[in-house]
């Protein structure tokens, strides 16, 4: 008896712990607004090993990429800086290309692209810095075969991985 009333107490504290996991945001309650400046472009053009990696307006493509996710995760609300609660500023400060996968040939055929960002989060009440931090979106992709797409459908994919992490960063706070 007492053992099966042992297992029932046991059974019953392992179904109401928990692993502490949600999906609610972790800010302070006072940060309701944000402020998404425009990002700067700090990537080194000039340099003959970067050149043909440009991809004109990139900055403008993830900082629209991050007011989307911010849009989609609804925990923020999109202000103009004035009225925000938080500022993110942000310049593009790297964007690479790496070979993964090549044939006999020495042919490529599986690419990974990187973006990475600087980032500073300011509370825009007290001028203080939230969090300051470089990110890096990643996606690869192939050249051929059934899983190929194309560069651009990528540089996608990588705007997405890099605003998911950012948002995650802000909410979150991993």
């Not at 996606?139 to 560069?151: C, I, L, N």
Request: charged share 25%; with cysteine.
């Amino acid at each position: 008896m007492i053992r099966r009333f042992s297992l029932g107490l046991l059974v019953i504290f392992a179904a109401l712990s928990g692993c502490g996991y949600t999906t609610g945001s972790l800010l302070p309650p006072q940060y309701k607004t944000l402020y998404v400046e425009p990002f700067g472009n700090k990537i080194d053009f000039v340099n003959e090993n970067v050149r043909a990696l440009y991809v004109p307006l990139m900055e403008v493509k993830v900082r629209s990429a991050v007011i989307d996710r911010f849009q989609l995760d609804g925990h923020l609300r999109l202000h103009d800086s004035e009225q925000s609660d938080l500022v993110l500023k942000g310049d593009l400060i790297g964007f690479e290309r790496d070979d993964l996968r090549t044939d006999d040939n020495q042919n490529v055929q599986e690419y990974r692209l990187r973006v990475t960002v600087s980032l500073t989060m300011l509370d825009n009440t007290t001028g203080k810095t939230f969090w300051k931090e470089t990110i890096a979106g990643e996606s690869t992709y192939f050249t051929s075969g059934p899983q190929a797409k194309s560069e651009t459908a990528a540089l996608d994919e990588t705007m997405t991985d890099l605003s998911r992490r950012i948002v995650e960063r802000t909410i979150e706070n991993w």
